[in-house]
């Protein structure tokens, strides 16, 4: 309701005596100006009181109770207005009674982060005030408010970062615009407003609307990002980045975020409901967020000296920590998103210190804010590597030096005495100790999100085996080229990292009976094939194809039919030019790597074979189809160049190969009949023959580079190093990162046990009480995926089997078995996941297709009748890990090629006698 006709005059307030109690300290706090703390005796809490001079105004009070009346909990809460008199009894002060503000307003937080460049290193590198997490959550519950008001037609008006207040806790709050009202008749602002204000509301066109709002949320972020809000208005023409110091700092869906609210068309504008659905708030996950927050108060908190604040009373520290965490002699980990953020200090067994220790083990008392403080800490410091007992962490290793190198390894060899200084030689050095001692093998993981620098830290172990003596390889040099070819056929350029590694590593380190090193193994598995021909914007195929295209002389070009990279679809990639792959740099590393086959025995028969099925690939994906007439039934043609190049290479005829990808025979109980391919389904079938034909020729290299490196001593023990997929959570998710995502689910399931479960356990064998250890289980995810038999990747095995089944039916199969499950949320073709790291929402569209993957039976016959002794060699029909041939019950038959391929086809009618 208007606020005019809620108003109240000063003196029919009750007075605050007995029930306001002021303190001595006097802070200044925003749009809010300067506030006294205090006590409200009669809502038992603390409060800030903001006291207004009534003497010689004419003052209208609005009734702030009525206002307030079911406003959402992002607005700062009021507890009640009091009137104060004089000694003759007229009004003298108001008193306004509100919630404790002691976070201060969000412009100031911005400022302070910005001064101490607390977040990003004291080198200036990125400095922004708030990270976009923190500026995601901030404005969503903001945005939130607003929509609370936006609901009945008011605007808000007086928005901006002073009008938004935090508390401690990480909770954000917005003054009601009745009160912001109230204040600005009273009293000057102590910044300039107009900063904030839309344009047609500067130049009087229209009064403040609602989508004026907007506008104003659109300068908070710029004011929250980089401390500093535009003063003129800038030509819409010169874009969004103008507003910003550094805009490469920035995401696109920051950008965007701005892109909208700052357009000066109003009716362009969204109001506060459509706006809370983009991306940039849509994606905020609130725990981590809120963690940020209370963390970037908490540095906002320390003065420039690196002093902590002094303690609160340690009565009701302990009355607060008690309420969330249990601190044990044995030092028990405790995790909690909502406990009071510590004051500055980490405090040891032995000793409180303003810098965290390398091993967070040695804390008392650890929680989630502890945690992420202390890791903020570290690298503030130049220290990327952090020990949690077994674990090392690692944050930001790949973008920064480690002192890798022969110095850096010396003091961690195995002969040396034991390093406490975290470090991946640190890992690596207790590994090679334990298996040593134990006579045991021993396991070391790397799991994180993609492009966190899993395998840097992969390549530096190994170079760390190769390294030391005593050694029994030949050649310790064959061990890092392998593990270079490798990462070229599974290495390709993400959204999050230009090297990403697209399939599980494993590499076996093996040892004799005296401890040396004698051979290794490499395992490549959930090779991602499918990236050849489906690739989201910005993505790129496989490094080896690029050096390939980039490599080659004139002969070889002659010889091989390659063209230049742009005319191949599986190197396209959207939105970028492919010229910056296929660079000169790209083909000199394809060279090395052609150059050291030769060094490790390979021969150059083979060498040449190898670059020829690349090349057979490449352009097997150029393969077009066109109909050869209107006539039903009448199969496509193969109709260009590529198709030429295919079969020259490969010694088949052109009618064995459009055979091949253009006609089926289905077989029945009543004969067998010819079945043309549509132009897009025998596309489908070329695309799928080239993916199956990259991961053979993967799996065949493979095997062999592991014949090079295979020990000519017998093997005692071993240590494996397994690089797994990392997390992912792209704008589109489908198969491939729904898969890497179960996976770490796995590992995040063993390290939970490794950390809590093997703890409690130890407890228990020993009858004694188990520790108060709070944690996160992911059980219920584990369950949703691999439960029997209903588990979504149980359901997908099965619905693979039948022929007949489809995503939509998948799709049913999945709600039914898992809603209502507090783990998934179920859309319209989508369901979303709520993983250990995050929300994920996955698009089901392919999902059976890309797990069938079936390849006809005849490609193989077809296959193992060409020129090159390596393709024969693919295609022998030897089963291999990842089961690239069809089941065993499929008919096979001796096929000359010049005949359609025969697909058996069950007969409904004794189908159903079987039922």
């Known amino acids: 309701p208007p606020a005019a006709k809620m108003a109240k005059r000063p003196e029919s307030l009750p007075s605050p005596q007995g029930v306001i109690e002021l303190a001595d300290q006097v802070i200044q706090v925003g749009s809010l100006g300067y506030v006294y703390q205090g006590t409200n005796h009669k809502k038992k809490e603390q409060t800030s009181v903001k006291i207004i001079n009534l003497i010689g105004m004419e003052l209208l009070i609005p009734d702030l109770q009525k206002l307030f009346h079911n406003a959402p909990p992002t607005f700062l809460r009021f507890l009640g207005a009091f009137c104060e008199r004089n000694e003759a009894g007229a009004p003298s002060n108001l008193w306004i009674s509100l919630e404790n503000c002691t976070g201060g307003p969000a412009a100031k937080l911005a400022a302070d982060l910005l001064d101490k460049n607390a977040f990003f290193g004291e080198n200036g590198f990125n400095p922004h005030a708030l990270n976009e997490s923190c500026i995601a959550y901030i404005l969503k519950n903001t945005i939130s408010a607003l929509e609370f008001l936006h609901h009945s037609g008011l605007p808000h008006g007086s928005l901006n970062g002073n009008s938004i207040l935090l508390l401690p806790n990480g909770d954000v709050k917005v003054l009601h615009p009745a009160l912001c009202a109230l204040i600005s008749r009273t009293e000057a602002p102590t910044f300039e407003v107009e900063r904030w204000m839309a344009p047609e509301v500067l130049t009087g066109v229209k009064e403040h609307d609602v989508r004026s709002d907007t506008w104003s949320i659109g300068v908070v972020a710029i004011e929250l990002a980089q401390s500093h809000v535009p003063r003129f208005m800038v030509p819409e023409e010169e874009g969004i980045d103008a507003y910003l110091q550094n805009p490469s700092h920035w995401s696109k869906r920051f950008i965007d975020f701005l892109t909208v609210c700052l357009q000066t068309n109003i009716a362009a504008r969204p109001n506060a409901k459509a706006l809370l659905q983009h991306e940039f708030l849509r994606t905020v996950n609130n725990d981590y967020s809120r963690l940020d927050l209370v963390d970037a108060l908490?540095?906002?908190?320390?003065?420039?000296?690196?002093?902590?604040?002094?303690?609160?009373?340690?009565?009701?520290?302990?009355?607060?920590?008690s309420k969330h965490s249990t601190a044990t002699r044995s030092r028990s980990v405790s995790i909690s998103l909502l406990t009071r953020p510590p004051q500055g200090w980490f405090r040891t067994k032995d000793q409180a210190s303003t810098s965290a220790p390398d091993n967070l083990s040695d804390l008392d008392l650890v929680d989630q804010?502890?945690?992420?403080?202390?890791?903020?800490?570290?690298?503030?410091?130049?220290?990327?590597?952090?020990?949690?007992?077994?674990?090392?962490?690692?944050?930001?290793?790949?973008?920064?030096?480690?002192?890798?190198?022969?110095?850096?390894?010396?003091?961690?060899s195995p002969l040396a005495v034991a390093n406490i200084k975290p470090h991946v030689y640190g890992v690596t050095q207790r590994a090679y100790k334990a298996m040593w001692s134990a006579r045991q093998s021993q396991v070391i993981i790397f799991r994180g999100v993609v492009g966190s620098g899993k395998s840097v830290a992969l390549h530096h172990m190994m170079t760390y085996f190769a390294s030391f003596k005593p050694n029994k390889m030949d050649d310790v040099s064959l061990l890092v080229d392998v593990n270079s070819m490798i990462d070229g056929f599974v290495s390709a350029a993400t959204g999050a990292s230009p090297h990403s590694t697209r399939a599980t590593k494993h590499v076996e380190m093996q040892f004799n009976a005296h401890g040396q090193l004698c051979g290794a193994r490499f395992n490549v598995y959930s090779l991602e094939a499918g990236r050849l021909s489906h690739r989201m914007a910005g993505e790129s195929s496989y490094e080896i194809f690029y050096g390939l295209a980039a490599a080659l002389n004139p002969r070889e070009v002659d010889m091989l039919g390659i063209r230049v990279p742009e005319a191949y679809r599986f190197l396209a990639i959207q939105g970028r030019s492919v010229a910056d792959f296929a660079t000169e740099s790209a083909g000199r590393h394809y060279r090395r790597l052609m150059t050291s086959l030769f060094n490790m025995g390979i021969p150059e028969k083979e060498v040449d074979m190898i670059q020829q099925v690349l090349a057979v690939i490449l352009n097997f994906g150029n393969i077009t189809f066109t109909a050869k007439g209107k006539k039903a039934g009448e199969a496509p043609r193969l109709d260009n160049t590529a198709t030429d190049i295919v079969c020259k290479l490969l010694g088949v005829t052109k009618n064995k190969l459009g055979n091949l990808l253009t006609l089926t025979t289905v077989t029945t109980s009543k004969g067998t009949a010819v079945k043309t391919m549509s132009p897009q389904q025998a596309e489908e079938l070329r695309d799928t023959i080239a993916e199956n034909m990259f991961q053979r020729l993967a799996n065949w290299l493979f095997d062999r580079l592991n014949g090079v490196l295979k020990s000519t001593v017998d093997v005692a023990t071993t240590i494996h190093l397994v690089d797994t997929c990392g997390?992912?959570?792209?704008?589109?998710?489908?198969?491939?990162?729904?898969?890497?995502?179960?996976?770490?689910?796995?590992?995040?399931?063993?390290?939970?046990?490794a950390v809590f479960g093997r703890e409690i356990g130890d407890h228990e064998s020993q009858h004694l009480e188990p520790p108060a250890v709070p944690f996160t289980s992911n059980v219920p995810i584990m369950s949703l995926f691999f439960s029997k038999p209903h588990g979504v990747i149980r359901l997908l095995d099965a619905d693979c089997a039948n022929p007949r089944a489809t995503d939509a039916a998948f799709f049913g199969k999945v709600h039914q078995a898992h809603v209502p499950s507090p783990a998934l949320s179920m859309g319209k073709a989508t369901f979303t996941v709520q993983h250990y790291a995050g929300r994920v929402q996955y698009d089901i569209a392919g999902f059976l297709a890309q797990s069938r993957e079936r390849v006809p039976h005849t490609v193989a016959i077809l296959m193992q009748g060409t020129r090159i002794d390596v393709v024969r060699e693919m295609y022998s029909g030897k089963r291999s890990i990842i089961g690239i041939l069809e089941s065993d019950d499929v008919t096979h038959m001796v096929w000359d090629g010049d005949q359609p391929m025969e697909t058996p086809v069950a007969d409904k009618k004794k189908d159903k006698k079987k039922k």
């Open 369 to 412: 804010t502890t945690l992420v403080r202390a890791l903020k800490d570290r690298y503030r410091r130049g220290l990327s590597y952090t020990a949690i007992g077994n674990l090392l962490l690692c944050v930001g290793a790949e973008k920064k030096s480690q002192g890798y190198g022969a110095h850096t390894q010396a003091k961690y």
């Open 298 to 321: 908490t540095f906002s908190s320390i003065t420039d000296s690196g002093e902590a604040p002094p303690e609160e009373d340690e009565e009701d520290d302990d009355q607060e920590t």
């Open 727 to 753: 997390f992912e959570n792209s704008v589109a998710n489908r198969l491939g990162q729904m898969l890497a995502n179960a996976a770490n689910e796995q590992l995040q399931y063993l390290y939970l046990d």
